[in-house]
C-alpha cells in the first residue's frame, strides 16, 4: 500500500536528483539547445568525469567534487578540441546532419570501450566523508550523497545562467545562436565563440561526472543511459532555455523516483524516452523554448 | 548493371553459396560467413534509411533483438517453421520502423536519431522483463534435425546467402527507381526536395519501415545460429556501431559501399576474434569510423571515385 | 478580378511575435506582382506560407479556386505553385540536370525517360546545357542562380514565386534572369517577385504590394508606389 511517507521520500529524492540531472544536462543544453551540435557523445564525456574523479579518489583520496573542479580546465580544452574538428570536418562543410552525429557517436563509443578496456566493467565508486550520511527533514530522509549533488548542480545551473545573461562572451554565445552575421559585424568570431561554449559545455561534463559517481558506482555502460535522459531534459525544458533545463530536470527526476518507487527500478529508464517522445509529439518547443 | 544482369550475379551468387554448402568444407567457414552475410544484410538495411535518406539509425540492436525474439516468441507459441520466422520478425520490426517514424520523423532528423537511441534501451528492459521469452536468463532452442543439408551450421549459411542477396537485390531496386532518387534529393536537402514535389514524409516512412524489416529478418534466425538466447548478446553494441562502420566504410550512397564494408570489416573482425579481446576489436572499429567520418566521409566507394577522375 | 492565388487575412506567429498580421493579397492568373518591404517585413515568411512550408495561425490561401491552408508543400507544388530559394539549395549529390528531373518527375508527373529530354530543354533555354552532367559543386554564382531557377521551371509552375533571385547579382545578369522571367510569364506563368533591387522590380512588375511589419501598407503600380509617403516611411524612416 502506498503510505505518504514512501511517496513523499520519493518526490523528495525526485527533487534532489533533477538538481544533479540539471547538471548532466547543461552541457547538451548549451550545445545542442544554443550551438545545434548534437553532441550525444557528452554522456560519455560525463562517465570520463566520473572514472577520473574515482581514480583521484581511489589513488589520492581526492574528494571527488574537488577533482571534478580541477580537471575543469582540462576537459574545457578536451572538448575545444572537438569542437574545431567537427567544425573543420562538419559544420564548415555544411554536412553536420548524418556525419557529425555519426562523429559524436563514434567517440561515445570510443570514450566507453576504451574506459571498459582500462577499467573493466567492474562497478566504481568513490569515498568521502559525506556519502552515508543523510538528515531527517519532518519525515523525510535526506541523503547527502543526493543532496551535495543536487546543491552543487543548482550552482552550476546558477552559474551557467549568469555567464550566459551578464557577461560579454555569454552574451555573444547567446547572439550566436540567433544571428551569426550580425555577431561578425560586432567584431566576435563565431567559431571561437562556439569553441568556447562547446568547450563550457564538455568542462560541465567533468563536475557532472564528479557529482555522478558521488551518487552512486558507474560502470562504462552507464552514459548510454543519460542520453536519453539529457535529450529529454533538453527538449522538455526547451532548447536554449538554462532555466527550462533545470524545470525540465526536476520533473524528470521525480517522474523517475516515483516510476522506481511504485514499479521498481528498470522501469525509470523508459520514463525519460517517454517524456521525450510525448514532448516531441505535442509540444517540441519544450516548457521555455524559444 | 543492369537488371538483367543483376539477377544473374544475384543467382550465381546463391549457386555458389548451394556449391560452398555441399562441399562440406572447415564447418568454421560456415559459422563466420554466416557471420559476414549477417552483416551484408544489416549493414544494407541500415543504409537504406541512413544512406539513402541521411537517417541516422542508432538503434539497430533493438531492431535485431526484436527479430531474433520475435522468432523465440513464435517458436515458443507455435513452433513455427523458419520462413515464417523469417518474415515475421521482419514484419514486427517493420512496424517498429514505422511507429517510431511516424513519432519522430516530422520533427528535426536529430530527434529520430535520439529516439532510436533510446529505443535500444527501452526494448532491452521490455525483454528482460518478458519471461516468456527467457528474460534475464536467456532462451535455449532445442534445434531438431535440420531439414535440409542435415546440418544445421550449412542450412543456416546457405539460408543467409540468399537473405544477404535479396535484401542488397531490393536495395538496389528501391536505389535505382523513383523512390531512390525522391530518397537522395530528400537527404541533400530536405526543404528543397519537398518544394519540388517530392512527398518527403512518406518517403522517409517507406525508408525507416523498409530498414526496419530487414534489420528484423537478420535477426529472425539468430535463435537457431546460437541456440542460446539472452539479452546482453543479442542486443550487443556490435551490432549497434558496425550497421554505422559498415557503410560509412565501404560507401553511403549506393547499395555497393554496405557490402564491401560488411565483407571487409566483418571478416577482419572475425579473423581478429581469435587473436584480441573483443573489447580492443570494438575500440579499434569505433576508431575507423571516426576516422572515415572525418577524413573519408565518401568511403571507400568515393576514394576510389575521386581518384579515378583524376 | 479573377485570382489565381488569394491569400486571405494570413497571420503567422513567431512565439511572441507576430511576424503576418491578417495579410490579404489577390494575384490575378498571368500577373507579374513585384513584393517588396524592408528587411524584415514578412515577405519570405509571407511566401513560406504560401508554398506550405510554413503552417499559418489564421486566414486562407486559396490557389485556383481550392482552399489549400492545410496541404502539405509538395502538394502545393504538383498544384503549380512553385517557389525559387533566396540561397540556392541544389542537390548536391545529383548533376545540373538530375536536378530538374526530380522536379520534373516528381512535380510535374513526366516519365523517366522524358524527364531527361525535358530538363535539357529547359538548361537550353537558360542558358545552363553546358554544364548539365556537373554537380552544383562546380558551378558559379550567377550559375547556381540559374540551376534554382531552371529547377523551379521544371516543376511546371502555374505560379512562381522567385525569392530574391537577383541579390549580389552583376547588372548584366540581373537583365539575363530578368529576361529569363518576361519569358516565363509570356507563356502565361503568373510570377511573384520579392527583390530588394528596385530597377529589376519596376521594370518587371505590373502591380506592386509593400509590406511593413507583417502587414500591406501599400498597393498600386510602380510609379505609383516609388512615389508613396507611406512606403518611403518604411524604408527610409521618419
Known amino acids: ?290 | 548493371m543492369r537488371t538483367a544482369r543483376a539477377l544473374i550475379v544475384a543467382v550465381a551468387i546463391i549457386g555458389l553459396g548451394l556449391l560452398l554448402a555441399g562441399l562440406r568444407v572447415n564447418p568454421y567457414i560456415y559459422f563466420a560467413g554466416y557471420v559476414v552475410l549477417q552483416y551484408v544484410v544489416i549493414a544494407t538495411a541500415w543504409n537504406v534509411l541512413g544512406g539513402y535518406a541521411g537517417y541516422v539509425n542508432f538503434g539497430t540492436p533493438a531492431f535485431f533483438a526484436l527479430g531474433a525474439y520475435t522468432s523465440i516468441a513464435l517458436i515458443e507459441a507455435f513452433h513455427a517453421p523458419l520462413p515464417v520466422l523469417i518474415l515475421s520478425g521482419g514484419l514486427v520490426t517493420a512496424l517498429l520502423g514505422l511507429g517510431i517514424g511516424y513519432l519522430t520523423l516530422r520533427l528535426k532528423g536529430v530527434f529520430f536519431s535520439i529516439a532510436t537511441f533510446a529505443l535500444s534501451v527501452v526494448v532491452q528492459t521490455l525483454i528482460i522483463n518478458w519471461d516468456y521469452v527467457g528474460g534475464a536468463k536467456g532462451y535455449t532452442l532445442i534445434r531438431p534435425p535440420a531439414p535440409v543439408f542435415g546440418n544445421w551450421g550449412v542450412l543456416l549459411f546457405t539460408l543467409m546467402v540468399v537473405l544477404a542477396v535479396v535484401t542488397v537485390l531490393v536495395a538496389r531496386t528501391i536505389e535505382r527507381s523513383w523512390i531512390g532518387r525522391g530518397l537522395a534529393a530528400l537527404r541533400d536537402n530536405e526543404e528543397a526536395a519537398e518544394c519540388m514535389g517530392v512527398p518527403t514524409l512518406r518517403l522517409k516512412l517507406f525508408a525507416t519501415t523498409l530498414s526496419g524489416f530487414f534489420l528484423g529478418v537478420a535477426g529472425a534466425p539468430f535463435p537457431y545460429y546460437v541456440t542460446y538466447v539472452e539479452p546482453a548478446s543479442t542486443f550487443d553494441l556490435n551490432y549497434a556501431v558496425n550497421a554505422l562502420a559498415m557503410p560509412m566504410i565501404g560507401g553511403t550512397t549506393t547499395w555497393l559501399g554496405p557490402v564491401i564494408g560488411a565483407v571487409l570489416l566483418g571478416t577482419a573482425q572475425q579473423v581478429a576474434t581469435v587473436t584480441i579481446s573483443s573489447e580492443l576489436n570494438l575500440l579499434i572499429v569505433g576508431v575507423v569510423l571516426v576516422l572515415f567520418v572525418v577524413l573519408a566521409p565518401e568511403g571507400l566507394l568515393g576514394l576510389v571515385r575521386r581518384l579515378r577522375s583524376r | 478580378m479573377d485570382a489565381l492565388l488569394e491569400i486571405d487575412s494570413v497571420s503567422k506567429r513567431f512565439g511572441g511575435f507576430l511576424a503576418l498580421d491578417r495579410v490579404s493579397i489577390r494575384v490575378r492568373a498571368g500577373e507579374r506582382l513585384g513584393l517588396i518591404g524592408p528587411n524584415g517585413s514578412g515577405k519570405t515568411t509571407l511566401i513560406n506560407c504560401v508554398s506550405g512550408a510554413l503552417p499559418t495561425d489564421g486566414g486562407r490561401i486559396l490557389f485556383d479556386g481550392r482552399d489549400i491552408t492545410r496541404l502539405p508543400a509538395h502538394q502545393r507544388t504538383r498544384l503549380g505553385i512553385v517557389r525559387s530559394f533566396q540561397i540556392p539549395k541544389p542537390f548536391t549529390s545529383m548533376t545540373v540536370l538530375e536536378n530538374l528531373e526530380i522536379a520534373l518527375e516528381y512535380a510535374a508527373h513526366a516519365r523517366s525517360a522524358g524527364a531527361a529530354a525535358g530538363a535539357l530543354e529547359i538548361l537550353e533555354r537558360i542558358g545552363l546545357a553546358a554544364k548539365a552532367r556537373l554537380r552544383p559543386a562546380g558551378l558559379t554564382q550567377i550559375e547556381m542562380r540559374k540551376l534554382e531557377l531552371a529547377r523551379a521551371m521544371a516543376a511546371r509552375p502555374k505560379l512562381l514565386i522567385s525569392d530574391e533571385a537577383m541579390a549580389g547579382l552583376s547588372s548584366a545578369e540581373v537583365d539575363d534572369i530578368l529576361a529569363i522571367l518576361f519569358r516565363l510569364n509570356e507563356q502565361g506563368i503568373t510570377i511573384i517577385m520579392i527583390e530588394h533591387i528596385m530597377r529589376a522590380v519596376m521594370r518587371f512588375s505590373e502591380r506592386v504590394v509593400v509590406l511593413d511589419a507583417g502587414t500591406r501598407i501599400a498597393e498600386g503600380a510602380p510609379a505609383e508606389i516609388v512615389r508613396n509617403p507611406a512606403v518611403e516611411k518604411a524604408y527610409l524612416g521618419e
Open chain 1, 1 to 290: 500500500m502506498l503510505s505518504w511517507d514512501l511517496v513523499a521520500n520519493a518526490v523528495v529524492a525526485g527533487i534532489l536528483l533533477g538538481g544533479f540531472y540539471a547538471a548532466v544536462s547543461l552541457g547538451v543544453s548549451l550545445t545542442f539547445g544554443l550551438l545545434d551540435v548534437v553532441n550525444i557523445a557528452h554522456p560519455a564525456f560525463v562517465i570520463l568525469g566520473a572514472y577520473a574523479a574515482y581514480v583521484m579518489n581511489s589513488s589520492f583520496g581526492l574528494d571527488p567534487i574537488l577533482t571534478g573542479i580541477v580537471f575543469t580546465p582540462l576537459f574545457y580544452l578536451i572538448g575545444a578540441g572537438v569542437y574545431r574538428i567537427y567544425y573543420g570536418s562538419f559544420e564548415r562543410r555544411g554536412e553536420e546532419s548524418l556525419r557529425g552525429l555519426v562523429f559524436f557517436f563514434g567517440l561515445l563509443f570510443i570514450i566507453e570501450v576504451g574506459l571498459s578496456l582500462k577499467y573493466g566493467v567492474d562497478y566504481r565508486l568513490v569515498e568521502a566523508a559525506y556519502i552515508g550520511k543523510s538528515i531527517d527533514l519532518g519525515g523525510v530522509g535526506i541523503a547527502f550523497r543526493l543532496l551535495v549533488p543536487c546543491v552543487v548542480g543548482l550552482a552550476m545551473t546558477l552559474g551557467l545562467y549568469l555567464f550566459l545573461s551578464r557577461t560579454f562572451y555569454g552574451r555573444a554565445v547567446m547572439g550566436v545562436s540567433q544571428d551569426q552575421g550580425a555577431l561578425r559585424l560586432m567584431g566576435a568570431d563565431p567559431v571561437r565563440i562556439k569553441t568556447i561554449a562547446f568547450g563550457l559545455g564538455i568542462a560541465a561534463a567533468s563536475l557532472s561526472g564528479a557529482l555522478l559517481i558521488t551518487i552512486s558506482p558507474v560502470v562504462p555502460s552507464t552514459d548510454r543511459d543519460y542520453i536519453g535522459r539529457v535529450f529529454a531534459i533538453t527538449v522538455l525544458g526547451g532548447l536554449g532555455s538554462i532555466g527550462g533545463t533545470l524545470v525540465a530536470a526536476i520533473i524528470l527526476g521525480v517522474a523517475e523516483s516515483l516510476m522506481a518507487t511504485l514499479f521498481g527500478p528498470s522501469w525509470s529508464l523508459a520514463v525519460s524516452f517517454g517524456i521525450l517522445l510525448l514532448a516531441l509529439a505535442v509540444r517540441p518547443a519544450g516548457l521555455f523554448g524559444r
